[in-house]
């Protein structure tokens, strides 16, 4: 697997499938969900009020990932991913890390040769960047699976300088 990292708008690569850090509604909301969402249009949102109804009542657990069409994106698909809101007396490494393998999971199911990831966690749900990049990028090495490459696209200078350290450190 070949792993990049780039400063880019997920919303724009053409992919296989993208990984959206979603909350567990799977209904929207800010950041990369609610970008990705407005990008791809109502498909993705009806594929996933359809998910809400049979497959998820009380919605995608934590470290979990479902994938839906990708709507109006360059992508194929979307993978839903939904990460830990980070917590300073609890560990939930190993829920970040799910998110990530899961992911690579449904890629491989989809048949994805290609997919990008944003930093799951590392906006509103708090999760300390430098933290986040070293779960990410030693999780996705660490996971056997059929994806060929791997891009992560970071919106900001900041997490790309993470991830390109982690990457360098892994």
Known sequence: MRIFTQQADITTLKVDAVVNAANSSLMGGG????????????????????????????????GQAVATTAG?????????????????????????????RESLR???????ESVAFPAVSAGIYGWPMQDAARIAVH????????????????FSADALAAFEAALADA
């Open 72 to 100: 109006n994106l360059p992508a194929r698909w979307v993978i839903h991913a939904v990460g830990p809101v980070h917590s300073r007396t609890e560990d939930r490494s190993a829920l970040l890390a799910g998110c990530y």
């Open 31 to 62: 950041g990369v969900d609610g970008a990705i969402h407005r990008a791809g249009g109502p498909d993705i949102l009806r594929e996933c009020r359809e998910l809400r109804e049979t497959r998820f009542p009380d919605g995608l657990p934590t």
């Open 106 to 112: 449904v890629a491989d199911e989809l048949g994805a």
């Open 139 to 154: 999780t996705v090495r660490g996971t056997d699976c059929a994806v060929r490459e791997v891009t992560f696209a970071l």
